[in-house]
């Protein structure tokens, strides 16, 4: 256990509800600032439709989604529900880490979780299912930690954590699939400890587990009547040609650029350290909910491709304890890691602060005139000018049309900015979870209205001509920011729609 010091809070328990206070206004400011994503706005798009399951991920955050736009609308303030469950995971984390390595870890956790870019942006304010992925771990984590760490002089109540580990597991399975691997790592911990085993003897962790099945029942229905769509693609995501061992080295870099590299310096500490003792069953207990993410997402791509950094985040969320058991130590001998964390910080602050500007205003595209083909902040710009954009060239959304648009993202940005009164489908072979909500046989002779990127109307042209009687001229609509047209679509009226567009997905994204 480590101990308080002139270098650390003194009280780190209410030092980490500061930094949580702190950081769920900034990331309500941002919220508020940056407009939604491209996995935001599919999210909100096709959560508008109920389902046991969805074609990209489980439900759980599709569910919350639907409920909250019911109550809130469309728009930014959907990630407020997504924004306080991050702020609830940031305080079981703070739980956490305090019953395994003490209070001053535990503040030191908070904080470098807090600045992590992941975790503080993705995770912790987008409409995306690793938010609540992370508060049902996080919540089974700290059941199972009480359970195997108790407080001396407590005895564990094996029924209540056994019970809350299996629901709580059962919801993850419900967010996203990397919860397999989580129960993987818990299952080896129980079988690779003395403790653990001795607990197989109750029948808690049995009829937990029963209980987190039964949970995840949803999502193998929904796959199991859909000839297990959501399983083989998320599956088959990762895969390339050949083996390429290089690939490894350039995901872990790509995952220490997504936690940014002054937070990952001292989670690799943090690792050393805990293999220092190897035999600490506080270590081991963290490594098996870890090390299943991190290895899998960064060992496999040298035998696919380089796959997303994100990926592998899950697992380094269960490294943060190391991290603030190390920051916590160097707390001890006075090299002040609170340096680091005000600067840090202030540097994060700036760059949201610059991110939030740009996609607001665009205003750096006004000084570097090329920067429209390459800006990322384009990404979070709404197309919520598209329909005033087509009344003005009189192209008319009544009469029965439909939407087509040149890929999945962009059908999820026309949906949002028409506020679903369309409907709105890709006019490609990938058309993600549209191709499980929209019945293209009762769209059989109704016109449409093909909304495309410019530089790809000539390729989406070619794909429909057979699947419409006419296809109309294009008219060119400019969307942008501040008087800066930086998105260039075509609009062009389809007639008769005649037979329906072979969605195949290939089994890849």
């Known amino acids: 256990m480590t101990t308080l010091s002139p270098y650390a809070p003194s009280d780190p328990r209410r030092a980490a509800l500061l930094v949580i206070a702190g950081t769920l206004a900034l990331r309500l400011v941002m919220a508020a600032a940056i407009g939604l994503g491209t996995d935001e706005i599919y999210t909100v798009a096709v959560s508008r439709s109920l389902s046991w399951s969805y074609f990209d991920h489980p439900p759980l955050h599709q569910w919350i989604t639907h409920a909250a736009a019911s109550l809130l609308g469309d728009g930014r303030q959907l990630r407020l529900p997504f924004i306080a469950l991050f702020a609830l995971t940031t305080w079981l984390l703070f739980l956490i880490t305090e019953r395994l390595y003490g209070p001053a870890a535990g503040f030191w956790a908070v904080v470098s979780l807090n600045l992590a870019g992941f975790f503080t942006l993705s995770a912790g304010s987008w409409i995306v299912p690793d938010g609540v992925l992370l508060l049902m771990l996080a919540i089974a984590a700290l059941a199972l930690a009480r359970q195997f760490f108790p407080v001396a002089g407590k005895v564990p109540t094996p029924w209540l954590n056994w019970l809350v580990a299996g629901t709580a597991l059962g919801l993850a399975g419900l967010s996203k699939y990397h919860a397999a691997l989580a129960a993987l790592g818990i299952a080896a911990f129980v079988i690779a400890?003395?403790?653990?085993?001795?607990?197989?003897?109750?029948?808690?962790?049995?009829?937990?587990?029963?209980?987190?099945?039964?949970?995840?029942?949803?999502?193998?229905?929904?796959?199991?009547?859909?000839?297990?769509?959501?399983?083989?693609?998320?599956?088959?995501?990762?895969?390339?040609?050949?083996?390429?061992p290089w690939l490894v080295p350039a995901s872990l870099l790509a995952q220490a650029g997504w936690l940014l590299p002054w937070v990952f310096v001292p989670?690799?500490?943090?690792?050393?350290?805990?293999?220092?003792?190897?035999?600490?069953?506080?270590?081991?207990?963290?490594?098996?909910?870890?090390?299943?993410?991190?290895?899998?997402?960064t060992l496999t791509p040298a035998f696919g491709n380089l796959g997303l950094p994100h990926w592998a985040m899950p697992g380094w969320f269960f490294v943060m304890p190391l991290a603030g058991l190390a920051l916590a130590r160097?707390?001890?001998?006075?090299?002040?890691?609170?340096?680091?964390?005000?600067?840090?910080?202030?540097?994060?602050?700036?760059?949201?602060?610059?991110?939030?500007?740009?996609?607001?205003?665009?205003?750096?595209?006004?000084?570097?005139?090329?920067?429209?083909?390459?800006?990322?902040?384009?990404?979070?710009?709404?197309?919520?000018?598209?329909?005033?954009?087509?009344?003005?060239?009189?192209?008319?959304?009544?009469?029965?049309?439909?939407?087509?648009?040149?890929?999945?993202?962009?059908?999820?940005?026309?949906?949002?900015?028409?506020?679903?009164?369309?409907?709105?489908?890709?006019?490609?072979?990938?058309?993600?979870?549209?191709?499980?909500?929209?019945?293209?046989?009762?769209?059989?002779?109704?016109?449409?209205?093909?909304?495309?990127?410019?530089?790809r109307e000539a390729l989406l042209r070619q794909q429909l001509a057979s699947h419409f009687e006419s296809l109309g001229p294009g008219q060119p609509i400019r969307l942008g920011r501040g008087g800066q047209a930086e998105i260039e679509l075509v609009a062009i009226v389809a007639t008769g729609f005649a037979k329906p567009l072979p969605w195949a997905y290939g089994l890849r994204p």
């Not at 987190?212 to 859909?226: K, R, S, Y």
């Not at 690792?271 to 299943?292: E, K, T, V």
């Not at 005000?342 to 090329?370: E, F, K, Y």
């Not at 409907?423 to 490609?428: A, D, L």
């Open 193 to 244: 400890t003395p403790e653990g085993r001795r607990s197989l003897r109750h029948p808690a962790p049995w009829l937990g587990a029963v209980l987190a099945g039964v949970i995840v029942l949803p999502v193998l229905i929904w796959n199991a009547q859909n000839g297990w769509a959501s399983f083989l693609f998320q599956a088959l995501r990762s895969q390339g040609a050949g083996f390429s």
């Open 267 to 297: 989670l690799v500490s943090g690792l050393w350290l805990g293999w220092r003792s190897l035999r600490d069953r506080r270590f081991g207990f963290l490594m098996a909910l870890a090390m299943p993410s991190i290895a899998v997402f």
């Open 330 to 455: 160097l707390a001890e001998t006075g090299t002040r890691p609170m340096r680091w964390a005000r600067i840090s910080a202030l540097g994060s602050v700036i760059v949201l602060a610059l991110l939030a500007s740009q996609a607001a205003t665009g205003w750096l595209g006004r000084i570097i005139p090329n920067l429209p083909r390459h800006d990322p902040t384009l990404e979070t710009f709404g197309w919520d000018q598209l329909r005033g954009q087509l009344e003005a060239r009189q192209i008319s959304l009544d009469h029965g049309r439909f939407i087509v648009a040149d890929s999945w993202q962009n059908a999820g940005r026309i949906d949002v900015a028409l506020a679903g009164s369309v409907p709105v489908m890709p006019g490609t072979g990938d058309p993600r979870h549209y191709a499980f909500i929209i019945d293209q046989t009762s769209l059989i002779g109704r016109d449409a209205v093909v909304i495309v990127r410019a530089r």
